[in-house]
T-cell receptor
Framework: DTGVSQNPRHKITKRGQNVTFRCDPI?????LYWYRQTLGQGPEFLTY????????KSRLLSDRFSAERPKGSFSTLEIQRTEQGDSAMYLC????????????????FGPGTRLTVL | EDKVVQSPLSLVVHEGDTVTLNCSYE??????LLWYKQEKKAPTFLFML????IEKKSGRLSSILDKKELFSILNITATQTGDSAVYLC???????????FGTGTRLKVLA
């Protein structure tokens, strides 16, 4: 199965520490998204990459959050100086290059990284 | 502000029942509406709707969009325990890459 993969699957950290998550999208998918999901809520958009370019970030995203996709393949999401409110599931999704007639909005999600900040 | 509202928040039915899940939205420059199923893991894609009045169907699941009234419904007929999940609705707008998700409807199907 060559779906979206995320590592680690679980991360427990102490408040104030930095954490980094990795996402490997489906190969040849040039579009990559990061979301955050808390209990009882739908995924909340964080940021979007098209190839290596970060084209959109949520206005709600704190400057403690940064994401990269250096070669247009895997992506990393770093949270600096973690706070208890950062505890959530961090989801990555990828989608292929749009084709005529559709396919643009079909996203494939990874299993997520569950972050717990103590 | 753009928003997506799903109802009901939760639903308990018995196997064999038919359920209708609702998703209403307020977004500028609507592009598409998507339905996802989320069990104890990441959401899996069900349908994408862009045109009003055209039903998408996959087995016992079907969905339709009403762009005039700004809502979509997801129907599940002859429910099975394996349909138990959270069903998420998301909307995409032109001019932005982000998707706005609703809070989901938690469906529980009892044997």
């Amino acid at each position: 199965d060559t779906g979206v993969s995320q590592n680690p699957r679980h991360k427990i950290t102490k408040r104030g520490q930095n954490v980094t998550f990795r996402c490997d999208p489906i190969s040849e998918h040039n579009r990559l998204y990061w979301y955050r999901q808390t209990l009882g809520q739908g995924p909340e958009f964080l940021t979007y990459f098209q190839n290596e370019a970060q084209l959109e970030k949520s206005r709600l995203l704190s400057d403690r959050f940064s994401a990269e996709r250096p070669k247009g393949s895997f992506s990393t999401l770093e949270i600096q100086r973690t706070e208890q409110g950062d505890s959530a599931m961090y989801l990555c999704a990828s989608s292929p290059t749009p084709v005529a007639g559709g396919g643009r909005d079909t996203q494939y999600f990874g299993p997520g990284t569950r972050l717990t900040v103590l | 502000e753009d928003k997506v509202v799903q109802s009901p928040l939760s639903l308990v039915v018995h196997e064999g029942d038919t359920v209708t899940l609702n998703c209403s939205y307020e977004v500028t420059n609507f592009r598409s509406l998507l339905w996802y199923k989320q069990e104890k893991k990441a959401p899996t894609f069900l349908f994408m709707l862009t045109s009003s009045g055209i039903e998408k169907k996959s087995g016992r699941l079907s969905s339709i969009l009403d762009k005039k009234e700004l809502f979509s419904i997801l129907n599940i007929t002859a429910t099975q325990t394996g349909d138990s999940a959270v069903y998420l609705c998301a909307v995409a707008s032109s001019g932005t890459y982000k998707y706005i998700f609703g809070t989901g409807t938690r469906l529980k199907v009892l044997a």
